[in-house]
Nanobody, 122 residues
């Protein structure tokens, strides 16, 4: 599976942004999809994931109520809708895919995108 993120950019505090991740190469609808983010000097942080039925799992409390994930299996695309953005949301955001939910829980995710930069200024 090849994953390509898009939609990153520079925004102001309180703004919204929607990231997209388009997959190619395999049957997208059978994969768990998720979003992570990374800032310099810190580990990549798991944010949330979505299974093939649309069930969402949040892994980071700081994004609950502000971020959500959705998928369009007909377009092989997963989205990250980010609202009420804060400067601490500044990071490179990565899309991830795996056929197993366990990979999102315990590590070892098989497929990653190259990331897209999100910068939130105050």
């Amino acid at each position: 599976v090849q994953l390509v993120e898009s939609g990153g950019g520079s925004v102001q505090t309180g703004d919204s942004l929607r990231l997209s991740c388009t997959a190619s190469g395999r049957t997208f609808s059978r994969y768990f999809m998720g979003w992570f983010r990374e800032t310099p000097g810190k580990e990549r942080t798991k944010l949330l994931s979505i299974d093939w039925n649309g069930e969402i799992t949040y892994y980071t409390d700081s994004v609950k109520g502000r971020f959500t994930i959705s998928r369009d299996n007909a377009k092989d695309t997963v989205y990250l809708e980010m609202n009420s953005l804060k400067p601490e949301d500044t990071a490179v955001y990565y899309c991830a895919a795996d056929h197993s939910a366990a990979a999102f829980m315990y590590g070892g995710i098989e497929y990653w995108g190259l990331g897209t930069q999100v910068t939130v200024s105050s």
